[in-house]
């Protein structure tokens, strides 16, 4: 009972001198269970090489192991070659493209790297067939494309941290479901276990993203502050933290929360990119509670604060969304539709926001003149889009059942076939003024 007496100080030391004994004593007796690097090797090799496909799970399960306890190991490549081996055995056609992919860009100069690009090719061309192709993951086949798109072009990495990052990106941005726990594993291993240092705080938010694939909405929280916490002001901290807003405000549905986040992000980054963005989902939280007037308030404070033309895009196209859709302000609308269109005439989203001003035109006002005159701006402004041969038809249409204007019905068909004689639309206009 004494040592409830002892003064705070002298408690504190005694319990820290008690934990280092302990964890002298635990890491001692954990080292004796460790098994030497060659003798554990041995016997994986010689699993892997007489029955790898009967040992498939087991030894996905022990490699993991072998490269926790040694992460450093001149074995790694090898290592990573016959993992993507054995789960081409499990039928995990993602993790096998994944691991020879790893292989390519963290060690560019094994001998493996040849016989790693051959069954690379070989599993980018395979293609489901039956009921599995129907209901195949079109993310893995896009991650394919660009397999084999890297292999024809020969494309080589630089290895070591800089490689690694490249190839978590890559596999992030796939954004495959089957690889969301594949992905966590390797981005722990990456900060963890390698202490790699180049770029924590994106690994982080990789690993924030994956965890909201599998819906494990906490996880993504721990792992999006943990960018933070690892480099206060990282280049994927804004993100970081603007993911973490977003799953308050989607998924869990704590709006308070999400402000709160999202007001990080401007305190933190007051003139970035990332501010613009958090600042425009303010207006979000603010619709879903409902406040639309004060959605729309902060939505023009926004395009007025930041430069961005991608913010005073998406605070213009909003703006004229809430004024449509929750405070049926038709006039309103229209005015920020025209503005995002008058400021940024060549963007492919002053070609949606002319689709809507048509639109306002033809369902609310019925001004058909006016909708005519919207969607043949389009082709004017974006001639490459492909809205622009789709609403030269609708123009044409309602010139000719609407405003009753043959004359300019057949003056847009004629455009329409001239300038997309290839399109469904233009053959159609072709026939029209025959």
Known sequence: MKFFSLPESRRTITLMLCTGVLALTFARQASCAIPPEDAYWQLLKSRYDTSSENYATALTEEFEVFRSLYPHSARSDSLEYMAATVYEHRKDEAASIASFLKLAFVYPSSPLIPQARENLKRLAESKKRGITAIFGDDNLSLLKRHVLKMLDEGQTFPGEERGYLDWLQLLADAGIDGLSRYLINECRHYLYRLNYEL?????????????????????????????????????????????AAEVYLRELKNYEMARRVYLEVLDKFPAEL????????????????????????????????????????????????????????????????????SEFPGETRAAEALVKIGGIHEQKTKNYTEAVSAYRRIAELSPDSP???????????????????????????????????QTEFGKKASKKIR
């Open 199 to 243: 770029q924590p705080d994106r690994v982080c938010l990789i690993m924030g993203n994956m965890y909201r694939l599998e819906k494990k909405w906490r996880n993504a929280l721990i792992a999006y502050r943990t960018a933070e916490a690892i480099k206060p002001y990282g280049d994927g901290v804004g993100q970081a933290l603007t993911a």
């Open 274 to 341: 990332v501010a613009g963005r958090a600042s425009v989902l303010i207006s979000e939280v603010d619709e879903a509670e409902e406040n639309y007037a004060q959605a729309v308030v902060q939505l023009e404070d926004t395009a007025k604060r930041f430069p961005f033309a991608e913010i005073r895009m998406e605070c213009y196209g909003r703006t004229g969304r809430i004024y449509l859709d929750r405070l049926d302000n038709v006039q309103k609308a229209l005015e920020s539709y025209e503005r995002l269109v």
């Open 387 to 421: 809205l622009a041969p789709r609403y030269l038809d609708r123009a044409a249409g309602l010139a000719e059942d609407k405003v009753k204007d043959e004359e300019l019905a057949r003056s847009v068909y004629r455009q329409l076939a001239e300038k997309y004689p």
